[in-house]
């Protein structure tokens, strides 16, 4: 017998199957978690790796003209998953999510290869790194836009919480977990940084490839060219600006003063005012800045915005703080150091793991905002707890302020992160989880400069004249003492981040080879510089720390404002009538079907599905089709918030 071939009509058949089983969601879910998981420990893992990886290459990183280089290497992924989430999104939107997500698992495994596999030492070398994981994040960019839509379309409104928070907080503790792989890893070999993603990488796109199918509402439309060009060219040329702003511009202990960094900031900004007036002439926006007009995703982006810059340079002050003061004045070595302090950080991954869940999941019953809400004045107290404590504490009170942090980040980002994409249009969920990624990862890359400017300004004032006096003190010459206290500030902030022995660094060997051997072992061991530090640290401390306080303060009332519980219906079944399109959505709302037939795509019908605020006795239960009760009610009181419930009302756009 003739071996049967896969028609449409089978394929499709297959794919309904698939679609219809219960364990469905759940594989959907493992697979995106796992995806952003790499994609956020990449993100993180060089932080404590650099020092092998620079070694490696052989450059050192603190050199005249190499600190460009270091920011790059650190920041460049940054700004690459920041830019292009929403370009990635709406693709997904337009062509299907999962086509989006699997592309972007392939691309990432690839140049996680070539990362590995660079032959080049010296400067060039480190270019072949900083576009290897430029290039890498476009595959990270790919599985971040899409992977939030793909759970929400999987889930229905009574579990996305739950299962959004899980993959939010997976995405979260990977930056974390990255710190400690990184400090395992590196000092084997550099490479396998980079080699440990290939493996998960090439099981997750084959996974995907086999097992997910695009269950969402696609949107036929146009790309937006000229949205994305000034799109990217506007956000780059901030985020670089950003970049360059911390490093130190002529006798000036920072950048911001730099003509190039202005013109990158102001003309940045230009251009980005120009892209909001091209969306609203365009017929298919790349950013629909309409989605602003519901109250949900607007105080849910603005929270999860403000969250972020309080978050973002948090790990890397706790790094510095940890690897140049805290660690060698316990007995650590300042070679050993970026893996301690990695580990010393687990409490606030901890708290990540069991706050994110369990506030997921009660937040599909009570909704988003008073469980985030509520975690962002935890977030608050922790940074106060934090900012009170003496720059050498006793680790205790560290870990236990450490933890609270962790369970008030993890009350805020599941719901968070649930409310804003249970306010998105089905049709929506795409370019609308782009552009949410888009908030929160340029708000790291703008944390971490402002952080590292508060730092630098809290150190500035009393850094030089200490480091002077106490290094004359020991023997060296005033010339040699002055060269190093005239030094940014920034560059002890990086020989800190980096594990480098800061006065054997700073100071060099010709300086110290005129010492006393008893004054040079005193000099360069693990008592002089973590003490000597502590003083100008711990003013620099006190900024940014009252800085993350009225950020997490002021997020606090942005999501405050969110309202109450608030869902998109979800569309009834709908067999499309085009025909040849067996690989059709398995569901369209009827207000978007017409669009989808004709090819049109624009016009409000597909636009927005009605929206509506939960009434109080749904939240409550009553009414609503849970489990084992799922079925769809048309009259009065229906759970029109629940799967399969049919949406009566006019279309309502803004949410009073």
């Not at 900031?265 to 969306?279: K, N, P, Q, T, W």
């Not at 929506?428 to 708000?443: D, E, I, K, L």
């Not at 020989?495 to 480098?500: E, K, M």
């Not at 019908?605 to 239960?621: I, K, L, M, N, T």
């Amino acid at each position: 017998m003739a071996k049967a071939q896969l028609t449409p009509t089978t394929a499709a058949a297959t794919r309904a199957r698939a679609l219809a089983s219960p364990r469905y969601k759940w594989i959907v879910l493992s697979n995106t978690t796992l995806g952003v998981l790499m994609a956020t420990i990449n993100a993180s893992i060089l932080l404590i790796a650099l020092p092998d990886i620079f070694r490696g290459v052989g450059i050192n990183p603190l050199a005249p003209g190499n600190t460009s280089l270091l920011l790059w290497l650190i920041m460049g992924y940054m700004v690459v998953t920041a830019v292009l989430v929403v370009s990635f999104g709406r693709l997904g939107d337009m062509y299907g999510r999962v086509k989006m997500y699997n592309a972007g698992f392939a691309i990432f495994t690839l140049f996680s290869i070539l990362l590995t596999v660079t032959w080049m030492t010296g400067v060039p070398g480190v270019y072949w790194l900083i576009v290897m994981r430029i290039l890498q994040g476009v595959g990270g960019a790919l599985l971040m836009a899409n992977s939030n839509a793909i759970i929400t379309d999987a889930f229905g409104v009574d579990q996305r919480g739950l299962a959004l928070g899980l993959n939010q907080v997976a995405g979260i503790a990977g930056s974390f977990l990255g710190l400690i792989i990184g400090g395992l890893l590196g000092p084997l070999d550099w490479r396998l940084v980079f080699l440990v993603s290939v493996p998960v990488g090439v099981f997750g796109t084959v996974w995907a490839y086999l097992k997910l199918h695009d269950n969402g509402i696609r949107q036929p439309a146009r790309l937006d060219w000229w949205g994305n060009v000034t799109f990217a060219a506007g956000l780059v040329a901030v985020l670089v600006g950003i970049t360059y702003g911390i490093q130190p511009y002529g006798g000036h202990t920072m950048g911001w003063t730099n003509p190039w960094v202005l013109s990158a900031l102001i003309g940045g900004s230009v251009v980005l005012a120009a892209f909001c007036i091209i969306e609203t002439r365009v017929p298919d926006p790349m950013f629909h800045l309409s989605l602003f007009r519901i109250r949900a995703f607007t105080a849910g982006n603005l929270a999860s915005l403000l969250s972020a810059i309080g978050r973002g340079g948090l790990m890397f002050i706790l790094i510095i703080w940890l690897q140049g003061i805290w660690l060698p004045r316990h007995g650590y070595d300042f070679a050993s150091t970026p893996l301690w302090a990695g580990i010393y950080m687990l409490p606030l991954t901890a708290g990540f793991l069991v706050a994110g869940p369990v506030s997921g999941w009660i937040s599909d019953r009570m909704g988003a905002r008073l469980l985030a809400t509520g975690g962002m004045v935890v977030a608050a107290l922790s940074f106060w707890w934090l900012l009170e404590l003496p720059v050498n504490f006793q680790y205790w009170t560290f870990a236990l302020a450490l933890l609270v942090n962790g369970v008030g980040m993890g009350l805020f980002a599941a719901p968070n992160r649930a409310g804003i994409m249970n306010s998105l249009p089905p049709n929506r969920r795409g370019v609308g989880a782009g552009m949410s990624t888009t908030f929160q990862n340029s708000a790291m890359v703008l944390s971490i400069g402002i952080f590292f400017s508060l730092m630098v300004t809290g150190l500035a004032s009393t850094l030089p004249a200490t480091l002077s006096n106490g290094l004359i003190a020991h023997g060296i010459s005033a010339a040699d003492a002055g060269r190093v206290a005239s030094l940014p500030p920034v560059s002890v902030l990086f020989a800190s981040l980096l594990g480098y022995n800061p006065i054997q660094t700073l100071v060099g060997p010709a300086a110290l080879a005129g010492l006393s051997p008893a004054n040079a072992a005193y000099l360069t061991g693990r008592g002089f510089f973590p003490t000597l530090i502590s003083g100008p640290f711990a003013d620099g401390l006190a900024v940014a720390f009252g800085f993350a306080i009225a950020a997490c303060l002021v997020a606090a009332v942005a999501s405050a404002l969110r309202g109450g519980k608030y869902a998109y219906p979800e569309p009834a079944p709908v067999e499309l009538k085009a025909a040849g399109r067996s690989d059709s959505p398995a569901t369209v709302p009827p207000r978007v079907q017409s669009s989808l037939e004709t090819g049109t795509g624009t016009g409000p019908s597909a636009d927005f599905p009605p929206v509506r605020r939960v009434p109080a006795v749904e939240r409550q239960g009553h009414g609503v089709a849970g489990p084992g009760r799922n079925r769809a009610r048309t009259g009065p009181g229906t759970a029109r918030h629940a799967p399969g419930a049919m949406e009566q009302s006019a279309p309502r756009h803004r949410i009073e």
